[in-house]
């Protein structure tokens, strides 16, 4: 796949504000140095499908002001987009996961207050999922 100038601002975006090198955007998106640098350079660059399923998803997550969230709010942009959004898995099979009832896992995609008890085992457990689905050590990752 071809990546646009669209994803050079993303990337200058992050450098700017996380304080990071092409060296840490290497690293964090696992690409060679040589591929960073001709995304910024604006010279055509193509990845594999799956490489750019990656380089997208971590891009997204990290350059939407995703950081500058509350965590209740980056957990439910981790479940909405991704668990829910790539890997299509539905809100009872997530409640599951978090080990929690249905209701309260709607209250807190509603935004709603819920017990504390049920933030750590939503917050513990469906991250531990996003990170089996999504790691960069492909001895660990499911997809």
């Known amino acids: 796949m071809f ?11 992050l450098i700017e504000n996380f304080d990071l090198d092409t060296d840490n955007i290497s690293n964090v998106f696992d690409i060679d ?16 499908d799956e490489k750019h399923r990656v ?19 980056r957990v439910r942009i981790l479940i909405e987009t991704a668990l829910i959004g790539r890997c299509n898995l539905s809100k ?9 009832p249905l209701d309260i896992f709607d209250e807190f995609l509603a935004n709603k207050e819920i017990e504390d008890k049920y933030l750590v085992d939503i917050y513990l457990n ?3 999922l996003f990170i089996v689905l999504y790691t960069k050590n492909e001895q660990y990752r499911a997809v």
């Open 3 to 13: 990546f646009s100038g669209e994803f050079k601002k993303k990337i200058l975006y």
């Open 92 to 100: 009872k099979t997530l409640a599951k996961f978090a080990n929690v």
């Open 55 to 73: 380089f997208f998803t971590r891009l997204e997550l990290l350059s939407n002001d995703y950081f500058f969230s509350d965590s209740k709010e």
């Open 126 to 128: 469906l991250y531990t």
């Open 33 to 48: 140095q040589e591929e960073i640098d001709m995304i910024l350079s604006d010279k055509e660059s193509f990845f594999s």
